[in-house]
């Protein structure tokens, strides 16, 4: 439908176009196929957490020479993400075609791929001149840019995506569960495959390896697309309902008034505050793995002994997130957040305090914990835009999603930086054999233990004192959504 016939329509045409109740219900297929974006993201994730190690342990980079690596990275992504979620907003080209976020969606997850893999061939060597360390920190910061790029394109506008496609409780409760049985599938198999083709290809301490792993990850994400197109496809209601919003001007509104409000939501900003610390405690633990598998406790990359206590926790992580689904309906999603919140910071302190013999048995708990995070962080998230967007009568999602991807950009920024510390203290150097003390093996156990604890029991803190959407409010303001035509 064009502009002008837009314009042409009546008031009541518009009125109903506008009515959300008009909207025709999604068919089990499309929550399926919208499950299949975990996934295809996960399989980048995966390969993309041993960047970290393959840099130290296969680059020789120096610990601070990486915390400067990320520290670029991470403000490249911190402009990047509210730059392409305002724009996103904005942008009116694509919409009566291939829809708001599709477009967008889609052409990052294509081209990402393929930095990835990018990001794992060591350009000085392939130019013959493999002890110029300089080209090779060159080589490392602009392709990590580029794929972080295409991810923030992607990423933004799939969680802008989220609380638009699915309108309610009821249809993300359905997408969410769909989700978390897909994810559990691919995680499992996952955990298990990439160490298995690293280990086959020639292990953690071979540089041909990382390169073939990535490509065959990558070959998977695309086959993982082809579904996912579907399930984040924008039908032709969709299309017309945010042209119209365009024409209206509720997509869009100056840069200073839109930052204005998003810093000034209370709940947004719990919700950002929270989920930041969360994400500086998650890196702490899952990069920080690697390290203490391979270097502290001896581990080769496909052993059982590395890789059980990974499936445990993502199997955990699926129970847990179907147990918190029916507690956040009937209590909400502030009181399950702060529960799970609380269960994942003891996890990290309990994994100080017992032996490495008891590191299973304590992931089954561990698990819980995360999988509760993980769907009340969803709930949150779609509940804080819902509030936003009745106060202020626009969807600018995108715009708030990049601001929240500003304080995680340097969610790994501020690992390397705590590894480089405690690296420095303890003498550690990944790679050289001769630092791997009792010392440094108390320094590693520290990374993914105590220092994610403190960092995240500030989060739930906060999380507990700003956040104050409780269930009869999120309920009611779906309610309100559909009376205003948002």
């Known amino acids: 439908m064009k502009n002008k016939e837009w314009k042409k329509m009546s008031q009541l045409e518009k009125n109903n176009t506008n009515d959300l109740k008009s909207r025709s219900s999604h068919n089990n297929a499309k929550y399926w196929a919208y499950a299949m974006g975990g996934p295809v993201g996960l399989i980048l994730v995966g390969m993309w957490g041993r960047f970290q190690y393959y840099a130290a342990h296969i680059l020789l980079f120096p610990q601070i020479t990486i915390t400067l690596i990320y520290l670029i990275y991470s403000t490249v992504d911190a402009f990047n993400d509210p730059a392409i979620g305002y724009f996103a907003d904005r942008s009116t080209k694509f919409t009566e075609k291939y829809g708001k976020r599709f477009p967008w969606i889609i052409t990052g997850r294509i081209i990402q791929p393929i930095f990835l893999v990018l990001c794992f061939i060591p350009f000085a060597s392939v130019v013959n001149d493999p002890e110029n360390l300089a080209l ?89 697309l082809v579904p996912f197109s579907y399930g984040a496809y924008e039908n032709k209601e969709m299309r017309a309902f945010r042209v119209q919003l365009d024409l209206e001007g509720k997509n869009i509104s100056p840069l200073k008034e839109t930052l204005g409000r998003i810093f ?25 793995l690697p390290f203490f598998f391979f270097d502290g406790l001896g581990y080769d990359v496909d052993s059982p002994a590395a890789m059980l206590p990974q499936i445990i926790v993502l199997i955990m992580t699926f129970v847990g997130s179907l147990l918190f689904i029916p507690l ?159």
């Open 136 to 224: 090779s920190i060159f080589w490392v910061i602009l392709i990590m840019s580029l794929y972080e790029t295409m991810g923030t394109i992607t990423e933004v506008n799939q969680a802008a995506l989220f609380p638009d496609l699915f309108r309610g409780q009821q249809e993300r409760t359905k997408s969410i569960r769909a989700a978390q049985v897909v994810s559990i599938v691919f995680q499992v198999s996952r955990a298990i495959f990439i160490p298995v083709i690293l280990g086959m290809l020639g292990g953690e301490d071979d540089q041909n390896a990382y390169i073939g792993t990535a490509i065959i990850s990558a070959i998977l994400m695309y086959i993982m």
């Open 264 to 288: 000034k939501d209370r709940n947004w900003m719990a919700y950002v505050i929270m989920f930041s610390l969360y994400s500086v405690a998650g890196v702490c633990f899952l990069n920080g």
């Open 328 to 486: 956040v309906k009937k209590y909400g999603a502030r009181k399950c957040g702060i529960l799970s919140l609380f269960m994942l910071s003891t996890f990290f302190l309990l994994m100080f305090f017992l032996p490495v013999a008891f590191l299973n048995y304590l992931c089954v708990f561990g698990g819980l914990g995360y999988g509760g995070v993980i769907i009340t962080g969803i709930y949150v998230s779609a509940e804080s835009i819902d509030n936003a967007v009745i106060k202020s009568g626009q969807r600018e999602e995108g715009s708030y999603t990049g601001v929240l991807r500003v304080f995680t950009a340097y969610s790994y920024m501020f690992q390397t930086l705590i590894f480089a510390i405690v690296s420095s203290v303890t003498g550690y150097i990944s790679g050289d054999p001769n630092t791997y003390t009792e010392v440094a093996y108390m320094g590693l156990l520290i990374q993914i233990s105590l220092i994610p604890f403190v960092i995240l029991i500030i989060g739930v803190i906060v999380f507990a004192l700003m956040y104050n959407i409780n269930k009869e409010d999120a309920l009611q303001n779906a309610e309100k959504l559909k009376e205003l035509g948002l």
